[in-house]
């Protein structure tokens, strides 16, 4: 089976723009978690989609949103980039949603200038 | 107070030595998983635990549900071996709760 693919692998953005970020998780997997990862504030959960319902999401600002779809990829957009944004972004797929192993993707790394 | 607490957050090696990297929780879980991540950044998980004991290879990783205690383990520790070692917790759902995680190397 394929792994978790995640597209683009970089970006660099200004200040102020819009990026969206897509992550195609594992054949048969419905969950579909988002995390992010500076030096300063480590790994931190963004949210987490099940059968394309949002069943969890993080403190963060409403910048941040995401979606599933029915094949159970998923994309997060985040709204007028901000410098702090710079960060990897992680998503990760399972397959029942209920805590169990996370398989993750390589990550995109978003820069903003 | 962190709800994921790791030690030590930087760990040398020499190859060959047996470590041990430790991780405390605040409150009752559903599981507790230990990751490890390359340079480069992927993640990959190595055990997701709700009680007892697990082995793989040369990785031990356990779990005192009591003590809200869990350790890793690493036997016979090879310069493959360096990365960072990261504890997270869950709660009957995927959103992971990370520690800070632990940065190990091992040296030839």
């Known amino acids: 089976k394929a792994g978790v693919t995640q597209t683009p692998r970089y970006l660099i953005k200004t200040r102020g723009q819009q990026v969206t970020l897509s992550c195609s998780p594992i054949s048969g997997h419905r969950s579909v978690s988002w995390y992010q990862q500076t030096p300063g504030q480590g790994l931190q959960f963004l949210f987490e989609y099940f059968s394309e319902t949002q069943r969890n999401k993080g403190n963060f600002p409403g910048r941040f949103s995401g979606r599933q779809f029915s094949n159970s990829r998923s994309e997060m957009n985040v709204s007028t980039l901000e410098l702090g944004d710079s960060a990897l972004y992680l998503c990760?797929?399972?397959?029942?949603?209920?805590?169990?192993?996370?398989?993750f993707g390589p990550g995109t790394r978003l820069t903003v200038l | 107070k962190n709800e994921v607490e790791q030690s030590p957050q930087n760990l040398t090696a020499q190859e060959g030595e047996f470590i041990t990297i430790n991780c405390s929780y605040s409150v009752g879980i559903s599981a507790l998983h230990w990751l490890q991540q390359h340079p480069g950044g992927g993640i990959v998980s190595l055990f997701m635990l709700s009680s007892g004991k697990k082995k793989h290879g040369r990785l031990i990783a356990t779990i005192n549900i009591q003590e809200k205690h869990s350790s890793l383990h690493i036997t016979a520790s090879h310069p493959r071996d360096s990365a960072v070692y990261i504890c997270?917790?869950?709660?009957?759902?995927?959103?992971?709760?990370f520690g800070t995680g632990t940065r190990l190397q091992v040296f030839p």
């Open positions: 990760a797929s399972s397959l029942t949603g209920d805590g169990d192993t996370q398989y």
């Open positions: 997270a917790v869950s709660y009957n759902t995927d959103k992971l709760i």
